[in-house]
């Protein structure tokens, strides 16, 4: 029979052991939630890092379709300025399909304007409505120009110079960002943060406005 002496020594072994299994088993799970808590950081970090250099390449695009489509406007607008005099009405259906063009563009320009926006909000908010304001303006300056009939006007003419004059300008403008950046993982990152281009963004957005008399 054990005495309550005995037993008690029994008791506070048992005790013991399982004090001595708690310390390093708590520190197994405390291992294993650190961890655990790291992997899901490095993902948070992984996945932030991939959302910032997507921007970066959404706006390096924007850039590059921007110069294709002023290009192409700016092809358009001379076919328009060359039939002018010897095929007035020839001139004035390019400019009807320069029109329907300009109205279904949602890129480059655009997806600039609307980035700077969100970028810097203090300055450069209202961008993306003032790109909406020019492309209006401008189908409205073709359409005009389209449903015409005869020879241009002088004031048809004067009004299609000003566009010509605003592609130049906007043209130019996009010229001076770095394309060569493309495809650098860090120069992405750099885009996202308004580096390298936001001050080129501001005189984009300043033709725009002037363009439209805003």
């Known amino acids: 029979m054990i005495n309550d002496e005995s037993g008690g020594r029994i008791v506070e072994q048992q005790q013991n052991v399982k004090r001595s299994w708690a310390l390093p088993i708590t520190l197994v799970l405390l291992v294993f939630s650190s961890m655990g808590n790291i992997l899901l950081y490095t993902k948070h970090i992984e996945h932030t890092r991939g959302n910032t250099v997507q921007t970066g390449e959404s706006i390096f695009q924007g850039f590059k379709e921007g110069q294709e489509q002023l290009a192409h406007w700016s092809a358009y607008l001379e076919e328009v300025l060359s039939r002018a005099e010897s095929e007035p009405s020839l001139a004035r259906l390019t400019a009807v399909h320069m029109a329907d063009g300009v109205a279904r563009e949602h890129a480059g320009l655009a997806v600039l304007m609307e980035h700077a926006g969100m970028i810097d909000s203090a300055n450069l908010g209202q961008a993306a409505d003032s790109y909406a304001a020019y492309e ?38 996009l010229s001076a960002f770095h394309f060569g950046m493309e495809g650098d993982r860090n120069s992405m990152i750099r885009l996202t943060g308004g580096h390298d281009w936001i001050d080129i963004a501001e005189e984009l957005h300043k033709e725009l406005r002037e363009y439209t008399g805003a």
Do not use: A, M, P, Y
């Open 136 to 173: 209006q303006k401008l189908e409205g300056t073709l359409r005009s120009v389209g449903t015409g009939s005869g020879g241009l006007t002088e004031t048809e003419r004067q009004s299609l110079g000003e566009v010509q004059s605003s592609f130049v300008k906007l043209t130019e403008l």
